[in-house]
Each structure stands twice: as C-alpha cells, then as structure tokens.
C-alpha cells in the first residue's frame, strides 16, 4: 500500500485538509518525469503541483561524510526534498540511486562543472534541479553570467529546474537568472534576534520574483551561527523549534512555495549535525505532517494578506473551493497581542488545525478574535 506521507512526498494530495487514498495516488516514472514551475511559483512534477519541504545535506567539506545515512533519517522524518553536494560522479550516483528508492527528491551542486554533473544525471528519477549560484548576490557575479550559467543548463535538460539562492535585499536582482529564488533567512544569532526579518526577506524575493512568474523557496535556519564562524559568533545559540515553526510560517504567509531549511548536517567551521540538537530536530519533524496537511490549500489557494496594524503580528487567509484557512503569527518575543482581524463574509467559526499547538481564538461580529502570545502560530480552519 502507497502511504500518504509518500503520497505528499510526491505532491499527490488532492483532498483539502486530509491525505488521499492510495487510489489517488499515481506511481513516479522512472527518469523521465517533468518539473516545472507555474505561472503563480508553485512547483510542479508531472503536472501535479508539489511543495518541497526538506533540508541541505551540506556535508561537500568532506569525502569521510555519510551522506546516504544523512538522507535515510531526513526521508524517516517524512521530508521530501534535500539539497544536496556532489564530489564524485560515482558517489554521487549512488546517492540519487538512494534518494530515488526513499522517495526524496534531489537539488543538486556541484563541485566541479555543472554541465558535466547535469550530463551525467539528468535522467536519474530523483533529480529534481541544478544549483546555479549559493550566495549569488555576495557581489561575486552578476545577473548577467548566472543567466548564461541557466540558458545553458536549461539547454542540456529541459525537464528540470535551476535553482539559486541569497542572502540580502539585493537578490531581487537575480530573479530571471533561474527558475527557484532561495532567499536564505537566518537571523538567531547573538542578541535578540529580529525573527519578523524573516516575513520581510521573503516579501522582497517573493515581489522580484512574480513579476517572471519564478518560484520563492526560502532557506530557514536550522543551525548555530557559533558552529559556522565561532570566532564572530562566540555567544550564538541554533533556533529553538518554537522560532523555527514561527519562521516557517512566516515564509508560507509571505508568499514562499517550498521550504529548505539550512542544515541537517555541514562537517567545517566546527561543524553541525542536526540530530545532536534532539529538541530542535525532533520539533522540525513535527512540521511535516502539519505541512503534509496545508499543502493543497498552500499549493492552490488564494491567499490574501491581512493588515493588522500593528509591527509583531501577521496573518493571511488561504481560500480554495469554499474552503478557508488562516495563519495568525506573532514574531514578538514579549508582547502578547490581542487581535481582531477582518475575514471574508459569512464564515462563523474557527476551528484550530492541530492539537497541542497554540489555539483560542474565536469568530466574532466578521473577525477572527483573541489572543496571541509572543512567538504563536494560530491556525485555524474558517467555517461557514
């Protein structure tokens, strides 16, 4: 029988708010699958729309690594897609072979030259896409050779996506330079940390990149500034699952179509390994099934933005085939907020989506009500 988690992994959920049967599930071709990205940023396999939710395996510092152990826990931990270095064609292609038979999909970078890599590997069945640039707006190339670097690719293999990722408000200047803008959003560092930053980041890359109807993947912090540069960061401390999930959510509202969160392991600068933070990992694995769940509504809902007046506190309502839904997220560190937010007419009552998260707001006169203590995700399903 075909699990709805791999029934996710596969973009293959159709039913709002619930997994489909294994009869609606229809079985991956061997290598020559289609991806593409839509008119509205949503990624697609097959002609079926598919929300990448997943980590970087960034372990390209070492040979000694384990790589195809890495991905065997991400793929227990339900997550579809890694992001991923190759060294070595041989052993890189024993990694995709793993990857396929887990079900994860691959975005690739190479060590070397990325045509070779694409040549090589452009008919494997869990190969998703090409990383073009990491950090591309760190000043060292221009729009100009990243798009070259994508005409090129896209030459070589059609059926597949490029992908580039950044870090500053420049990267808007990249956004017709690949298929997939990443904006990487990591700001736990030493101090208090500016969480809402995340929301704002990904509003800048999600605004370039609608205009050439690209899709925003957005890379969430998922390790330890002390880990990657100890001598800068003496006193950074990795997110707390708590930040993690307001993060996420926040890039969901701000207009993100996949989630790669940096880093389920990276062997220099003193290296970091996720699951030696049990709090953090075993936290990031609760998203998946709460994703799983959002995906058809996240994938093709409408989304309207709500303005709540005030600095801490975002929130948006998805809309789809009579359906609601609505995120409530307040960034804020110490300031509860109570809230009254407008919704569409003729909805009644809010139903929480999750057990054992933060709930307790309520439908009152046409708002969505209550209050919202510092770092929450509300979400709710809307009911007529």
């Known amino acids: 029988m075909i699990s709805a988690v791999w029934a996710f992994k596969h973009g293959k959920i159709s039913h709002l708010f619930s997994s489909c049967s294994a009869a609606e599930v229809v079985a991956a071709s061997q290598g020559n699958q289609k991806f593409y990205i839509r008119a509205d940023g949503t990624t697609m396999v097959d002609g079926q729309p598919f929300f990448p939710f997943g980590l970087y395996q960034a372990s390209w510092e070492s040979p000694d690594d384990n790589p195809i152990e890495h991905i065997r826990q991400i793929a227990a931990g339900g997550f579809n897609i890694v992001h991923a270095s190759a060294i070595t064609l041989n052993n890189y292609e024993k990694f995709l072979d793993e990857a396929h038979r887990l079900g994860i999909y691959v975005i690739s970078r190479p060590d070397f030259n990325i045509l070779t890599l694409v040549n090589a590997f452009k008919r494997k069945p869990a190969v998703i896409g090409w990383n073009l640039a990491d950090d591309v707006d760190n000043g060292k190339r221009t729009p100009e050779q990243v798009l070259k670097y994508h005409v090129q690719v896209k030459a070589t293999d059609p059926n597949h996506v490029t992908y580039v990722t950044g870090y500053t408000n420049q990267i808007g200047n990249f956004a017709n330079c690949s298929d997939i803008l990443a904006i990487q959003t990591y700001p736990i560092r030493e101090g208090d940390p500016d969480l809402g930053s995340t929301y704002s980041m990904v509003s800048i890359a999600h605004k370039a990149a609608v205009k050439y109807n690209k899709a925003v993947y957005v890379n969430v912090q998922a390790f330890d500034w002390a880990t990657a540069d100890s001598d800068k960061y003496k006193n950074a401390r990795p997110p707390t699952a708590e930040e993690v999930r307001n993060m996420t959510y926040q890039a969901i509202l701000a207009g993100a179509k996949g989630i790669i969160y940096y880093s389920y392991h990276y062997r220099g600068y003193g290296g970091w390994h996720l699951p030696d933070n049990p709090d953090l990992w075993e936290g990031m694995k609760s998203l998946v099934p709460e994703i799983k769940q959002l995906s058809p509504m996240l994938l093709d809902g409408s989304l309207k933005k709500i303005n709540t007046r005030t600095r801490d506190i975002f929130a948006g309502i998805w809309e789809l085939k009579g359906q609601a839904l609505a995120a409530v997220i307040n960034t ?53």
């Open 332 to 384: 804020s560190y110490d300031r509860p907020q109570e809230v009254a937010l407008a919704i569409p007419a003729g909805l009644q009552s809010a139903r929480p989506m999750f057990q054992n998260r933060p709930a307790g707001m309520f439908v009152k006169d046409g708002k969505l009500s209550g209050l919202i203590k510092p770092l929450e995700v509300h979400i709710y399903k809307l009911e007529k």
